[in-house]
């Protein structure tokens, strides 16, 4: 079986900052490209940022130059720094990789999500 877990989301006051987590667990052999989605309420999820595991990263033109990807492959663990917190920036927060398993890549693995709500 395999995992991804999310944490870190909550309430936080307009321009405040949040540091998500998604790790990946269970019967792989490493985790190759990772990425963070968002679905608003009643909206589409859509892509927010991706890292390689070399660590090239892209961002979504919305949260470029607040946000950070970043992650850690000894832990097989993803991150996302959010600063100045908007309250657009409302939503579910989904974790997504592609996983070398036993018999090769594996792709579009998901997190269960974590609510981040932007809110005074």
């Known amino acids: 079986q395999v995992q991804l877990v999310e944490s870190g989301g909550g309430l936080v006051q307009p321009g405040g900052s949040l540091r998500l987590s998604c790790t990946a667990s269970?019967?792989?052999?490493?985790?190759?490209?990772m990425a963070w989605y968002r679905q608003g309420s009643g909206k589409q999820r859509v892509l927010v940022a991706t890292?390689?595991?070399?660590?090239?990263?892209n961002y979504a033109d919305s949260v470029k130059g607040r946000f950070t990807i970043s992650r850690d492959n000894t832990k097989n663990t993803m991150y996302l720094q959010m600063n100045s917190l908007k309250p657009e920036d409302t939503a579910v927060y989904y974790c997504n990789a592609d996983l070398y398993r036993a018999w090769g890549l594996s792709n579009g693995y998901w997190g269960q999500g974590t609510q981040v709500t932007v809110s005074s």
């Open positions: 269970g019967s792989i052999a490493s985790v190759n490209n």
């Open positions: 890292i390689t595991r070399g660590g090239s990263t």
